[in-house]
């Protein structure tokens, strides 16, 4: 099992990039050949507030989408079981950094027990928990 199977993105430091503070890089590959690009930061401010702006009236929209998304789905889980709509879980982000997710209940109050359980079926190794047919 590689990192690339666990979904794990990995970093690595390239020193020869060090004096290069004033460009944008980025890795790529040219056929099969991996290559670093650098390129000027220039920024035209006209773009970067008009961009901004859709980024403000796209989260609304999509805010109103979810609202609405809302008045269906939470009545359905309230009738489905018991407890709360949402659930609530630590994850790890960028950088190492601890977020909370929410997101619709769509499993068991008591998924976390019921995988102890389970574990024996567990397909995959280390945090992961897959079972086929699951």
């Known amino acids: 099992m590689n990192l ?13 990039l060090d004096g290069f503070d004033g460009y944008s890089t980025s890795l790529g590959t040219i056929g099969n050949i991996p290559v670093v690009t650098f390129a000027n930061r220039e920024f035209d401010y006209k ?7 859709m980024d403000i009236v796209g989260s609304l929209v999509g805010m109103l989408i979810m ?3 809302m008045i269906f ?10 407890g709360p709509v949402f659930f609530k879980q630590k994850r790890v982000g960028k950088n190492g950094r601890y ?22 079926q ?7 928990f ?3 047919d699951d």
């Not at 690339?4 to 020869?16: K, N, P």
């Not at 773009?47 to 702006?53: D, F, G, P, S, T």
């Not at 789905?73 to 018991?82: C, H, R």
Request: hydrophobic share 45%.
């Open 4 to 16: 690339e199977d666990m979904g794990i993105t990995v970093h690595i430091r390239i020193e020869v």
């Open 47 to 53: 773009e970067l507030a008009v961009k901004r702006l």
């Open 67 to 69: 609202l609405v998304a």
């Open 73 to 82: 789905v939470v009545p359905a889980i309230k009738l489905e079981s018991k």
């Open 99 to 120: 977020f909370y997710i929410y997101k619709f209940r769509s499993m068991y109050l008591d998924a976390e027990e019921r995988k102890k359980e389970l574990m024996s």
């Open 122 to 128: 567990n397909e995959m190794s280390g945090l992961m």
């Open 130 to 132: 897959k079972m086929k």
